[in-house]
């Protein structure tokens, strides 16, 4: 167990909605990460948060937005959903902001748009 | 830029055999770390191994070992004695100084066949 939790595990829903999706990071970690790992792309860096504050951007659609909240859990939001967006969604935390320490992932959520 | 590639997609061998999995990276900085993931049928993306740039040793932990060369920019990752257990999809990642997040390979899907 990572000690990080991501709920929920599994996510069905339409092209056009919205969703949430949310990361506890471990106990002790300030920095938080968004991953999608699809078929075709392999796993993606989405965005970082570090302690509230966003830290870095990768491949991240307008339509996606995330945030970091006072106790450190992170959301994701996904709008306007399109069949593209079915993919693995992974969380992950560590300590330091960079560097190189490991990271440690989620069992991330499966979304699914239909 | 960094990049890591993983060229072999899916590999598949016999119970028992010795199988080796290829990282290639490219990176400018002098010093990074390297990582491999290994991410088994139920999803969850689980550490393996951290290597720093400056440590050339070979590494070996039970069946699996880790053979990082500077000078071909390659750190293979070797299973010796496959068992059906070691099935999973397996990352190589790179982590420059400095960096917010990890630069993952498109992954190598190994099969162990019973």
């Known amino acids: 167990d990572s000690g990080v939790t991501q709920t929920p595990k599994h996510l069905i829903t339409a092209t056009g909605q919205r969703v949430t999706l949310r990361c506890s990071p471990r106990s002790g970690d300030l920095s938080v990460y968004w991953y999608q790992q699809s078929l075709d792309q392999g796993l993606q860096f989405l965005i970082q948060y570090y302690n509230g504050e966003e830290r870095a951007k990768g491949n991240i659609l307008e339509r996606f937005s995330a945030q970091q909240f006072p106790d450190l859990h992170s959301e994701l939001n996904l709008s306007s959903l399109e069949l593209g967006d079915s993919a693995l969604y992974f969380c992950?935390?560590?300590?330091?902001?960079?560097?190189?320490?490991?990271?440690?992932f989620g069992s991330g959520t499966q979304l699914s748009v239909l | 830029a960094q990049k890591v590639t993983q060229a072999q997609t899916e590999i598949s061998v016999v119970e028992k055999e010795d199988v080796t999995l290829d990282c290639v990276y490219e990176?400018?900085?002098?010093?990074?770390?390297l990582f491999w993931y290994k991410q088994p049928p139920s999803g969850e993306l689980v550490f393996l191994i951290r290597?720093?740039?400056?440590?050339?040793q070979n590494e070996i932990s039970g069946r699996y070992s880790w053979n990082f060369q500077k000078s071909t920019s390659s750190f293979n990752f070797t299973i010796t004695a496959s068992q059906v257990v070691d099935s999973a999809v397996y990352f190589c990642?790179?982590?420059?100084?400095?960096?917010?997040?990890?630069?993952f390979g498109t992954g190598t899907r190994l099969t162990i066949i019973p």
């Open positions: 992950a935390s560590r300590r330091e902001v960079t560097g190189n320490e490991k990271l440690f």
């Open positions: 290597r720093n740039s400056f440590d050339e």
């Open positions: 990176t400018r900085d002098t010093t990074y770390y």
């Open positions: 990642a790179l982590s420059p100084p400095g960096a917010n997040n990890l630069f």
